[in-house]
């Protein structure tokens, strides 16, 4: 293979690959194998794929040609491509080579029932299937559709190069399960059902957590409900806001400026819309990369024409006399006019339907180990109950052992795979959920990729290229130790740095660099101090005797 230039400087694909990571070694038969199959229609050509499965992918005029059926010399590569597919386009289909003797962990019989038929839900009811059991599966959701991918709510479908209506996910096989249409209302552990709002239950063996998030409305009722007002969360709440844009606004607001805001207000560019992002923080993406790279993406949006003002609040949103919006005061005491605004305040876990069932849920999460079991009120792991996705608050080994929560798309398809496979196998059968998480985002033009926990760390490096231009490489670190990276128009060194986060490389890191152009050394991450929740849940141990000690969350009321 010669060499790619595509979006960038040449790269030498088979020198970056040996040097990236060793040939990997020949899977012993006996385990598991996999078969590729690629949605062509999502496929965008970036040729990530390319650079690290080589012999599995390649592109030919722009087109993706791969192997259906690779040899298992090459899953490990395989791995790597499928996660770092910037649209998630590489799906992955496992069967199983057992070996004479072989325990089989997969359970034939019993029921299991699914809570939540988005995303996690959709991708576990899958695995369990492909991983064979045979017994009752049931999907209980409340939402009126197929589940449907979110990227694209705050990117194509707002500049209206993608209907709402198509962004409905591919399906590899149809599932064989029992939908349950309504949203469930309580978990009762000891009986083993779920308790719907129509009065009945549905029983269980095990159960799948995987109810996921709504997004945080503007906390004055009576002004989120002026006309104009909106959130984004749903794929209808993408096609009303839509709607809105098209009308041509005077202007756009847009409260908050974390990758939802800035998406938003990116779109909002490209139409040529004049938009206004207020941020309580001293710059955008802060919160999840830090003030280093916060500084960049608020240069990237003011020479886009965006009116950034940060360090501010809205205090009210004002509307005329007929229930439409027609701007805000801010906590300086200006004022904005605007037509449209958009609350992007972050989203709320929908766990409210757990309060009264003895698992550790509040408004964190739900507190699981790292095998997907859900913990209960005592800090016991139950043997019965899972959970996955964006609802899942989980020990990272990577990370000191700290309990993470993760909204993205990446985490809840690996996540509900790790989950699916562990309700269904024995102790000594079951996955831990490992995967380092990996993050994209598309705003004014950059692709924005980290991997790793930018937050966690203490100092910052830009490894490659230049801030100023919007293409470069910022690798983080924590103790010496790398622990995330971030890049802007650098995708294809993403998972280079995955390698090195996983294998606890030393920070800075001390090998030759490609394309380096800032000389500076470490400089302070200016990462946010780690938000604790509040307003959650209180704590009460009761009982004298170790058998009889207990703890039991009060939550207060209205939560």
């Not at 503007?218 to 009308?247: C, S, Y």
């Not at 605004?341 to 339907?353: F, K, Q, T, Y």
């Not at 800075?508 to 849940?537: C, K, N, Q, S, Y």
Request: aromatic share 6%; net charge negative; hydrophobic share 40%.
């Amino acid at each position: 293979m010669g060499r790619f230039t595509r979006a960038g400087p040449a790269i030498d694909v088979r020198a970056y690959t040996e040097a990236v990571r060793s040939p990997p070694a020949r899977r012993p038969t006996g385990e598991r194998t996999v078969r590729v199959v690629v949605d062509l229609t999502r496929c965008q050509g970036y040729g990530q794929c390319v650079f690290l499965a080589p012999d599995v992918f390649t592109m030919h005029d722009e087109a993706l040609l791969y192997d259906l059926d690779p040899d298992d010399i090459h899953r490990e590569h395989i791995l790597r491509a499928a996660n770092a597919c910037p649209v998630q386009a590489i799906h992955l289909d496992w069967t199983e080579r057992r070996g004479a003797g072989e325990p089989v962990t997969i359970k034939t019989g019993g029921r299991i029932v699914i809570v939540g038929a988005s995303l996690a839900g959709a991708r576990a009811a899958g695995v369990l299937r492909r991983e064979g059991f045979a017994g009752q599966l049931t999907v209980i959701g409340d939402e009126p559709h197929e589940p449907y991918d979110r990227p694209p709510l705050s990117k194509q479908i707002l500049t209206g190069q993608v209907p709402a209506e198509h962004t409905t996910l591919p399906r590899l096989r149809e599932v064989e399960a029992e939908r349950v249409r309504g949203p469930a209302t309580g978990l009762d552990v000891a009986g083993k059902r779920v308790l719907l709002a129509d009065g009945t239950a549905v029983g269980y063996d095990r159960v799948l957590l995987a109810t996921g998030t709504r997004a945080r409305p503007w906390p004055n009722a009576a002004e989120a409900a002026l006309e104009g007002v909106h959130t984004l969360r749903t794929v209808e709440d993408a096609a009303r806001l839509r709607q809105a844009l098209a009308a041509r606004p005077r202007r756009v607001l847009v409260l908050g400026a974390g990758f939802t805001g800035s998406e938003i207000a990116s779109a909002c560019r490209e139409l040529d819309l004049p938009v206004t992002v207020v941020e309580r923080g001293p710059a955008p993406l802060i919160s999840a990369m830090g003030g280093v790279i916060g500084d960049v993406a608020a240069r990237l949006q003011r020479e886009h024409g965006v009116d950034l003002r940060c360090g501010l609040t809205v205090t009210a949103l004002e509307g005329d006399a007929d229930g439409r919006l027609r701007g805000a005061r801010l906590s300086d005491g200006s004022t904005v006019e605007a037509e449209v605004a958009v609350v992007a305040l972050g989203s709320i876990r929908n766990v409210e339907w757990l309060h009264d069932s003895g698992l550790a849920a509040g408004v964190w999460g739900v507190a699981c180990d790292a095998g997907c079991r859900v913990v209960d009120t005592n800090g016991l792991v139950t043997d019965d109950v899972f959970v996955a996705g964006d609802i899942a608050r989980f020990p990272h080994p990577l990370y000191q052992y700290q309990f993470m929560t993760l909204e993205h798309w990446g985490n809840a398809v690996a996540q509900a795979e790790v989950a699916a496979h562990n309700m269904i196998s024995d102790q000594t059968h079951r996955w831990p959920h490992l995967s380092v998480p990996v993050f994209w985002s598309s705003q004014f033009g950059v692709n924005i990729k980290s991997v790793g926990v930018p937050t966690f760390a203490d100092q910052i490096v830009i490894t490659q290229g230049s801030t100023a231009e919007h293409r470069f490489v910022a690798v983080y670190g924590y103790q010496g130790r790398i622990t995330a990276a971030v890049t802007f128009n650098q995708g294809m060194w993403l998972d280079f740095y995955r390698d090195l986060i996983e294998r606890a490389a030393p920070f800075p890191p001390d090998f030759r660099h490609v394309d380096r152009r800032e000389e500076a050394g470490p400089m302070p991450a200016r990462v946010p101090e780690r938000l604790v929740a509040t307003g959650g849940a209180t704590v009460v141990v009761t009982g004298h005797d170790p058998a009889e000690r207990r703890a039991v969350l009060v939550h207060p009321a209205g939560t």
